[in-house]
């Protein structure tokens, strides 16, 4: 099993749409979630961390399952510009060294 | 604040050549990651380190791949020699003290091998 799974996608929805992508991990002792952005031939940037009492920015909310080990990401009133691949990201056992998940593509159309 | 700088941006070389990439964090972080991030998958951890010391390098192929950070702050990865599987986004990260470990990323070294 993967450390870190996610569904490749794509998500195609309109404008305006909710969706939520889902990612699941392995190690039951990980401590720190995230959820990166990535632009076609950019870098990650992180759009949230995720927190165990759940968190929202905005129009993304962020949930933490540890009993069924995944994450989830609520992206609301979907714009054009939330197209982009996003990533889970889960602490591995060495401490703060990531490991990802190969993302999810969502693309918003008019 | 200035983000993490990687230099080059690009680089097309041959197989069997070598190649090294360069990172600086963001002021102050301590931790230093490079990353591999191959098209279609999600970034994996080459080597972290912590100051000038490895904390983790269980994934990087060392009998071809070489990475330090002699004093601490900026750090260099090298490839020698490189193979076609090698093509790919080399991404340097940073990560403070403060926080849950939030890792900022570099643009990334784009590497072709021919």
């Known amino acids: 099993r993967k450390e870190v799974e996610q569904d490749p996608g794509p998500f195609n929805v309109p404008e305006g749409a909710t969706v939520a992508f889902n990612c699941t991990y392995s190690n039951s002792a990980s401590q720190s979630f995230f959820w990166y952005r990535q632009d076609c031939r950019k870098e990650p940037k992180l759009l949230m961390s995720?927190?165990?009492s759940g968190n929202e920015d905005g129009r993304f909310t962020a949930q933490l399952n540890r009993a069924s080990q995944y994450i989830s990401l609520l992206i609301r009133d979907s714009k054009l510009s939330d197209s982009a691949t996003y990533l889970c990201?889960?602490?591995?056992?060495?401490?703060?060294?990531?490991?990802f998940g190969k993302g999810t593509s969502l693309l918003v159309t008019p | 604040e200035a983000g993490v700088a990687q230099s080059p941006r690009y680089k097309i070389i041959e197989k069997r050549q070598s190649v090294a990439f360069w990172c600086n964090p963001i002021?102050?972080?301590?931790?230093l990651y490079w990353y591999q991030q191959i098209l279609g998958q999600g970034p994996k951890l080459l080597i972290q380190f912590q100051n000038n010391g490895v904390v983790d390098d269980s994934q990087l192929p060392k009998d071809r791949f070489s990475a330090e950070r002699l004093k601490g702050v900026d750090s260099t990865l090298k490839i020698q020699p490189a193979k076609l599987e090698d093509s790919a986004v080399y991404l340097c990260?940073?990560?403070?003290?403060?926080?849950?470990?939030?890792?900022?990323f570099g643009p990334g070294t784009r590497l072709t091998v021919l």
């Open positions: 990260a940073s990560s403070g003290t403060s926080g849950k470990g939030e890792q900022f």
């Open positions: 995720v927190y165990s």
């Open positions: 002021s102050g972080h301590a931790t």
């Open positions: 990201a889960v602490n591995s056992n060495s401490g703060y060294a990531l490991n």
